[in-house]
């Protein structure tokens, strides 16, 4: 995993150079407000198709609501703050990305309200 912080002026080829230039799989990349490469839905796109095309997993962190929007806009997953990445990171090399025990437990228990004893099944066969 890989954490590269970009400066304000830094641009689209900067950025992607740093992903080309990189050797880890997972790569998260730091935008502060005011970024020249959050400017725009397109440059998170052609970031996005370089990580793809390097078989790489890029992540955009920013606390900028705005910013944030137009990278999901590209599919990018996109994280708050440096921590919230990396806690993120750990709970996927865990398997336990998504999910927690308590949230099985309260899905099984909404899924068992719905089916009740003596009923016939909903998918005929």
């Not at 390097?54 to 999901?72: C, F, H, M």
């Amino acid at each position: 995993m890989a954490i590269y912080y970009l400066d304000i002026d830094d641009e689209i080829t900067s950025a992607a150079a740093r992903l080309r230039d990189s050797s880890d799989g997972r790569i998260a990349l730091v935008l502060s407000a005011g970024s020249r490469v959050a400017t725009s839905r397109i440059n998170f796109r052609l970031l996005a198709r370089e990580a793809k095309k390097r078989n790489k997993r890029l992540a955009i962190i920013a606390a900028d609501p705005t910013v944030q929007s137009i990278a999901r806009s590209a599919e990018l997953p996109v994280y708050a703050s440096v921590g919230e990445y990396e806690a993120a990171e750990r709970a996927v090399a865990s398997g336990t990305y998504g999910h927690s025990n308590q949230d099985v437990s309260q899905a099984l228990d909404e899924l068992a309200m719905t089916v009740r004893p003596g009923t016939a099944p909903l998918i005929e066969r």
